[in-house]
């Protein structure tokens, strides 16, 4: 199983990016698909989830500005991330629980003021 992730860059507050995560070795839509993030310093956390034939979830400060989805066409798990800020930046990481946990190699996003 591999989960390779990509879409971020640099932004300035306000703006968008949309995050994308491809997932090959298994069908995406049968376990827990997930994005984390991990700020220099600071504890990875978990940013927003699809538990499998569930609604999202979302951390409390990303709620109404990001949006996980899935595209099971293209085994893929979306993270669209509006109205960014300066507190956004960190490495996002992609993640899948089925049975065992996966994780995509990360990638940044930095949100300038």
């Known amino acids: 199983v591999q989960l390779q992730a990509s879409g971020g860059g640099l932004v300035q507050a306000g703006g968008s990016l949309r995050l994308s995560c491809a997932v090959s070795?298994?069908?995406?839509?049968?376990?827990?698909v997930g994005w984390y993030r991990q700020a220099p310093g600071k504890q990875r956390e978990l940013v927003a989830r699809?538990?499998?034939?569930?609604?999202?979830n979302y951390e409390e400060s990303v709620k109404g500005r990001f949006t996980i989805s899935r595209d099971n066409a293209k085994n893929t798990v979306l993270l669209q991330m509006n109205s960014l800020k300066p507190e956004d930046t960190a490495v996002y990481y992609c993640?899948?629980?089925?049975?065992?946990?996966?994780w995509g190699q990360g990638t940044q996003v930095t949100v300038s003021s």
């Open positions: 070795g298994i069908f995406s839509a049968i376990g827990t």
């Open positions: 993640n899948l629980q089925y049975f065992s946990t996966y």
């Open positions: 699809i538990i499998s034939e569930g609604r999202p």
